[in-house]
């Protein structure tokens, strides 16, 4: 006795306790001149069909429950289908049209199994049969086109839609910042952000989760018509399920890491070119200026294809430990196949069927091992993005919009110090007053904070400690409108 007939043997004999529970899954003829896969005695393809349309129903349903069960947990995909919930409307019918669609798929290799049957099964070939499920071949491929077709359009569509806001909420919470808050973040950082950020976003949030549920369904739905064709095989077949579960959660954690650092050091790319950009005619003033910034982002760069080539290498480690998984797979569904069909439990129809649905099982699973990346991604992408969104000021904006404003002003002990440099206090206990329709000047050398008290009183800073009043009212309690309304600024950047 070989191995294999050995290992074969030794499931047998395991799997034997559960002959009698799952026997009414048992649709296929027992023969091997039977068909492929028949359905129950009594019922009709009719009642079938309906049968089918509401479990795709129902497996959207429960897709569209769970969707709004995950919303109300505080996590970045949970806030994600928060965002996707108002699109319900185009959603709903997408989900309802890609669980069709997986439904519709499924019916091909069940069609190839009754191709095999009627033209190797040792008797005379039906025309009027082969002719008859050919015409339904092509029925299932144009519905199969069509709901594939509306089913891209709207998740594509939505997920435009999602990121749309998304980019909204974020434009939205960084205008609501304090200025102290783009002292500490880069510009470059905030725009990679605003733009790179959202549009990983937009990829998880359309094509690819329209990907993930389509390769779920029909990874459950061949799962469990491998299941109604011989439940035997199919344990057979997923002796290999627990180390890909393994290896997928290991993959998943180190996608995780490195994706997030790579979207770091992406961002850091995008804030040294802005940089540069912006201040060109300082980085030119000096010998070594360009030198330098080039050697900048090009370790920056470096970085960015350090962790590009570490995530290449998971993807390319999943790939292939999925490939030898799957031909792993496929050599037991053969071997033990063979040896159902020999003692007579299950046709060669049958067995050909569950092979090709064994190739769309694995084909599932390879494809939501090559999007992995892409959500850890997002996953990245989201947490950085619902960090600014999250962000509460420091600064509160006052209550306070006296109806009229005489002008004056007063400095009560003012400290003050930027949050970029704490150890240098810029201001210390300062006091002075303005009256209305007094002219005031303060002099001093660069950087001794006359443009800083100009600042505490637009309220673009907050002074440590002191107060900074207009018409005996801290600028703290006033709106920020009233003081905008009431002031006027003219900068030396400005020509004066």
């Given at each position: ?59 959207s349903v429960a897709s569209l429950l769970f969707g ?257 998984l799957f031909f792993v797979a496929f050599t037991i ?164």
């Amino acid at each position: 006795m070989s191995v294999i007939d050995g290992a074969v043997s030794i499931f047998e004999k395991a799997a034997a306790p559960l002959e009698q529970p799952l026997a009414w899954l048992r649709w296929s003829a027992p023969m091997p001149g039977g068909g492929g896969i028949s359905l129950p005695e009594g019922v009709t393809p009719v009642e079938a069909g309906l049968v089918a349309v509401l479990v795709i129903v129902f497996i959207s349903v429960a897709s569209l429950l769970f969707g709004a069960f995950m919303s109300r947990r505080n996590t970045p995909s949970g806030k994600i289908l928060k965002l996707a919930a108002s699109e319900a409307r185009i959603l709903v019918p997408a989900t309802f049209c890609l669980y069709l669609n997986s439904a519709l798929m499924m019916l091909l290799p069940f069609y190839g199994g009754q191709f095999v049957q009627m033209i190797g099964g040792g008797h005379d070939v039906n025309t009027d049969k082969l002719n008859q499920v050919t015409v339904e071949i092509l029925v299932v491929a144009v519905l199969s086109a069509l709901t594939s077709m509306v089913r891209g359009m709207l998740f594509v569509l939505a997920g435009e839609r999602i990121v749309r806001e998304l980019r909204k909420q974020v434009f939205q919470a960084l205008l609501r910042q304090e200025v102290g808050f783009f002292d500490v973040q880069t510009t470059g950082a905030l725009v990679s952000r605003l733009t790179n950020d959202t549009g990983t976003l937009q990829n998880a949030a359309s094509s690819n989760i329209s990907i993930f549920l389509r390769c779920s369904a029909s990874l459950l739905l061949s799962l469990i018509v491998m299941l109604v064709t011989s439940w035997k095989l199919t344990l057979a077949m997923l002796l290999t399920v627990p180390v890909v579960s393994i290896l997928a959660a290991v993959m998943g954690h180190f996608s995780r890491k490195v994706s997030k650092s790579y979207q770091d050091e992406t961002a850091e790319c995008g804030n040294i070119a802005s940089e540069t950009f912006g201040n060109l005619r300082t980085v030119r003033a000096f010998s070594s200026g360009e030198k330098l910034m080039n050697k900048k982002y090009c370790t920056a760069s470096d970085k960015v294809y350090k962790y590009g080539r570490q995530r290449s290498m998971i993807y390319g480690a999943w790939s292939g430990v999925v490939g030898l998984l799957f031909f792993v797979a496929f050599t037991i569904v053969l071997r033990y196949g063979a040896g159902l069909v020999e003692a007579g439990e299950m046709s060669s129809g049958a067995l050909i069927s569950f092979v090709l649905y064994t190739v769309s099982l694995s084909g599932s699973v390879a494809m939501l091992g090559s999007i992995m990346p892409s959500f850890a991604s997002a996953i990245g992408a989201t947490v950085k993005i619902f960090q600014i969104i999250d962000r509460e000021p420091v600064q509160v904006e006052g209550t306070l919009e006296p109806a009229e404003c005489k002008g004056k002003l007063e400095f009560d002990n003012v400290c003050f110090n930027y949050v970029t440099r704490p150890e240098t206090q810029v201001l210390k206990n300062v006091s002075f007053k303005a009256e209305p329709n007094q002219v005031v000047a303060l002099v001093g050398q660069s950087g001794s904070g006359k443009s800083s008290c100009v600042a505490l009183l637009q309220r673009l800073y907050d002074c440590q400690a002191g107060a900074v009043k207009i018409d005996n009212i801290d600028v703290k309690q006033l709106k920020y409108s009233y003081l905008r309304r009431h002031m006027a600024v003219v900068s030396q950047e400005s020509g004066s």
